[in-house]
């Protein structure tokens, strides 16, 4: 299977965002930035998912980004682990429920196609207050 060209620059760029969100996590897990509200809802999501990946116990969506520096997220995952992903308030699920590439990443629940937001919108999923 051939890969699909790239630049250099693509590569540390992906390299630096994915660095980027893995410290973020961090100060998560401290407390330091806010949780997804709804991201157990998510989780298990992604726990139903066929792009989801099991690394040492782990939960990935799509294999390791290490492991495929240069992807279509929408067909391999975009290599995140899911929980910290979930919890990311500034994430997406980058596939729609009918597992086609989104349209657009918009304003949670509100304008995103993605299958979380999709799902987050449901009535039997958002919280009594939303
Ligand atoms: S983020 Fe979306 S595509 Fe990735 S594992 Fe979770 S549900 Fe699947
Ligand atoms: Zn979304």
């Given at each position: 299977m051939s890969m699909p060209a790239t630049s250099p620059t693509r590569l540390l760029i992906t390299l630096a965002r994915a660095a980027g969100k893995a410290a973020t996590s961090k100060f998560r897990g401290a407390g330091w930035t806010p949780e997804y509200d709804l991201w157990a809802a998510r989780a298990s999501i992604c726990e139903r998912c066929p792009l989801q990946v099991v690394k040492c116990g782990k939960s990935y969506c799509g294999q390791p980004l290490l492991r495929r520096?240069?992807?279509d997220p929408a067909v391999d995952?975009?290599?995140?682990p899911t929980i910290a992903k979930a919890k990311d308030p500034t994430e997406h699920c980058?596939?729609?429920?009918?597992?086609?590439?989104?349209?657009m990443q918009g304003p949670h629940r509100i304008g995103c196609d993605c299958k979380w937001c999709d799902a987050t919108r449901q009535p039997q999923i958002l919280p009594a207050a939303a």
């Open positions: 520096v240069i992807r995952g975009c290599g995140c980058p596939i729609t429920p009918r597992h086609e590439p989104t349209a």
